[in-house]
């Protein structure tokens, strides 16, 4: 579902990158988040490609769902 979601403990620490590249996924995601296109998104990280920008907010949605919120009493 996210092939170009990678981990490697080698690079980034482990966190999550795009492709292996040391491009963290939380860049792309805020720069959706924040209102830009995929295109302005490519030319703010050259490294990636219009697919990378989609998968990473959708790989960020997908993290949010297993996440179980609790409020306290």
């Known amino acids: 579902m996210f092939d170009r979601i990678t981990y490697d403990p080698n690079v980034l620490g482990g966190r999550a990158a795009i492709r292996g590249l040391r491009s963290p996924v939380s860049p792309a995601v805020n720069l959706v988040a924040n209102g ?5 998104n490519v030319r703010n990280l050259p490294d990636l490609d219009p697919e990378d920008i989609r998968q990473a907010p959708a790989y960020a949605a997908a993290l949010a769902q297993d996440e179980l919120h609790r409020t306290c009493a």
Do not use: D
């Open 36 to 40: 830009l296109t995929a295109a302005e």
